[in-house]
């Protein structure tokens, strides 16, 4: 069965702090994905992956940072949290670029 | 840029009735249509993919692909209280994965 998880679902940081946030598949997916999620605003692409250590921008990268060391892994890093970083973050990982889905449970992220 | 337009809702429906959501597309060459349905704090879950023009059930659920006119619907038949959620539509066709829409609220009244 697919299983995407997440290293938290909720996480409470203050400003400035380094924040990482994990996602783990094991469905030997090449492709990952990393979104946020606000009210009135759906989903908005972070960064994806297609491949171990290859890296693209999404619609929103600005704040944010990856890691894809190993296939099954990656890694969102939030180099210096503000509070307009805010948001459900969501974990994606797909075999082909256009192909299903299949999402995390989410981390709630709180920056005070 | 490819835009997926999807109305926000809510949609209210009675108990037992059929619900219809809609979803139009701006870009021809996409090739893979989903819907996904997201309860309120959860993440997004697949109900649906549909490839190829027409209609493809699967239970109370029945995907409709027109690529002519650029359009995908979802059909949820006998409809249930737990069927209320928000249902997005995504497509597939570009390197950068799907392009979501942004979920039409659906709220099923027993």
């Known amino acids: 069965d697919v299983k995407v998880t997440q290293s938290s679902r909720y996480l409470v940081k203050r400003t400035g702090e380094k924040v990482f946030l994990e996602c783990v598949q094991d469905m030997d997916h090449e492709n990952m994905f990393w979104y946020r999620q606000d009210p009135g605003l759906g989903l908005r692409l972070i960064y994806f992956s297609y491949d171990v250590k290859m890296k693209e921008k999404g619609d929103i990268p600005e704040g944010y940072s990856v890691s894809r060391e190993k296939k099954e892994r990656f890694s969102l890093i939030l180099e210096s949290a503000s509070t307009n970083q805010t948001s459900m973050y969501l974990c994606?990982?797909?075999?082909?670029?256009?192909?299903?889905?299949?999402f995390g449970p989410g981390t709630r992220l709180t920056v005070l | 840029q490819k835009e997926v337009e999807q109305n926000s809702g809510p949609l209210s429906v009675p108990e037992g009735a059929i619900a219809s959501l809609n979803c139009t597309y701006s870009d021809r060459v996409s090739q893979s249509f989903f819907w996904y349905r997201q309860y309120s704090g959860k993440s997004p879950e697949l109900i649906m993919s549909i490839y190829s023009n027409g209609d493809k059930e699967d239970g109370r659920f029945t995907a409709q692909l027109n690529k002519a006119s650029q359009y995908v619907s979802l059909l949820i038949r006998d409809s249930q209280p737990s069927d209320s959620a928000t249902y997005l539509c995504a497509l597939g066709g570009g390197a950068d994965g799907l392009t979501f829409g942004k979920g039409t609220h659906l709220i099923i009244q027993p």
């Open positions: 994606a990982s797909s075999l082909g670029a256009s192909d299903t889905q299949y």
